[in-house]
């Protein structure tokens, strides 16, 4: 059965099944899911569907390509993590210099007040002192523009709440 199969290749098919193995190779190296991978994936397939004369030489044929597209992937990974192959990792640093804003230790923001720049509904968007942080309001819905008050500092996650809610709990206690 699987001599059969590799006899049904024809000159057309072949080279769909290659054409299609190196696009999706080259898919491995490149990050995300484009244009290489999908027409890669479409060759295969119509390779397949060229060669095969039934069910089972389909499946004979698509545990060929699996196996060999799990060979590369084992080969591009190899080359990744010794550092051979650098086309998918992220190089830039995303630290204050390069422009990005530090949530290192946010601790310094509790009790700050501030202004909201989006609505919360109830996360957004605030600014404290020229700092545009997320955050996330206590349960209510807050406009653009409201006074608000960090009360809890939670990891990466900002609690505020407005500043006239925290007045009018301080008057009623």
Do not use: H, W
């Not at 060669?51 to 004979?60: G, N, R």
């Not at 080969?75 to 190089?91: A, D, H, N, P, Q």
């Not at 968007?125 to 807050?142: I, M, N, P, R």
């Amino acid at each position: 059965m699987f001599m059969t199969t590799l006899a049904n290749i024809t000159m057309a098919s072949g080279i769909l099944l290659i054409l299609g193995l190196i696009l999706v190779i080259v898919e491995m190296c490149i990050p995300g899911f484009g244009v290489p991978g999908i027409s890669g994936a479409i060759l295969l397939i119509i390779g397949i569907i060229l060669t095969a004369e039934s069910a089972a030489q389909a499946l004979i044929l698509g545990t060929i390509i699996l196996v060999i597209l799990s060979v590369a992937l084992g080969v591009v990974i190899y080359l990744v993590s010794k550092g051979k192959l650098k086309g998918i990792i992220l190089k830039d640093k995303l630290d204050k210099v390069s422009g990005y804003s530090s949530t290192e230790n946010l601790d310094y923001f509790l009790g700050k007040e501030g202004i909201t720049l989006t609505v919360l509904r109830p996360s957004g968007t605030a600014d404290f002192d020229g700092e545009k942080l997320d955050v996330v309001s206590e349960c209510e819905y807050l406009e653009k523009g409201t006074s608000i008050k960090v009360i809890k500092i939670d990891g990466r996650k900002v609690l505020v709440r407005s500043t006239q809610n925290i007045e009018y709990q301080t008057q009623n206690k």
